[in-house]
Each structure stands twice: as C-alpha cells, then as structure tokens.
C-alpha cells in the first residue's frame, strides 16, 4: 500500500518562501509521476504542479516562475519549492503519487501566506 507523508508546510508573510517535501512508501518510487495539487476553502482540487519519472514538468500558469517541483528517487521523495508567496497561494496541499492507473494521495499539508 502506497503511503505518501507531506511535510513543510506553515504560515508565511506574502513574498516568503516554503519548500514542501512529500515522502513515499509502498511503492517503487521512481516509477511514478509525483504531483502536488492544492485545494483552498469552497474550492476544488487543481493541479499545482507536476513531476514524471522522466523528469518533464508542467505547472499552473498561476504558479509558473515562482515554484519548483523536483525530486530525488534515492529519498523517495518530491519537493515542491514556493518562492514570492502570495496569499492566494493559501490552501491545503496534497502530493499524488500516480502509477499507471492507480493514483495515491497524501493527507495534505496547510500553508497560509498572510501578514
């Protein structure tokens, strides 16, 4: 069973930077595309940013410049780097494991940009 653990989130002044970190298990990492999806109140789910096992990344246009997915199939692990923060960047954050069809999701990470 796939088992995905965020870490790094908080609160941030805007124009502050995090960097989210999701942790996986269960799987054979390297294969998967690893996501990060957001979701804010009274809103759905979208796609923050993504990340194959070849390394091809596409992102939101509303994050484009300002964040960075990565990750290091040696620690299981995808980073999502948050630079120039703006309050509507606030949301719960979710990573995504996908392989093949099967999809698995974190329980989320809070960060709240506000002054």
């Known amino acids: 069973q796939v088992q995905l653990v965020e870490s790094g989130g908080g609160l941030v002044q805007p124009g502050g930077s995090l960097r989210l970190s999701c942790v996986a298990s269960?799987?054979?990492?390297?294969?998967?595309?690893m996501g990060w999806y957001r979701q804010a109140p009274g809103k759905q789910r979208e796609l923050v940013a993504v990340?194959?096992?070849?390394?091809?990344?596409n992102y939101a246009d509303s994050v484009k410049g300002r964040f960075t997915i990565s990750r290091d199939n040696a620690k299981n692990t995808v980073y999502l780097q948050m630079n120039s923060l703006k309050p509507e960047d606030t949301a719960v954050y979710f990573c995504?494991?996908?392989?093949?069809?099967?999809?698995?999701w974190g329980q989320g990470t809070q960060v709240t940009v506000s002054s």
């Open positions: 995504k494991a996908q392989f093949g069809i099967t999809a698995s």
């Open positions: 990340i194959t096992s070849g390394e091809s990344t």
């Open positions: 269960g799987t054979i990492f390297r294969f998967n595309t």
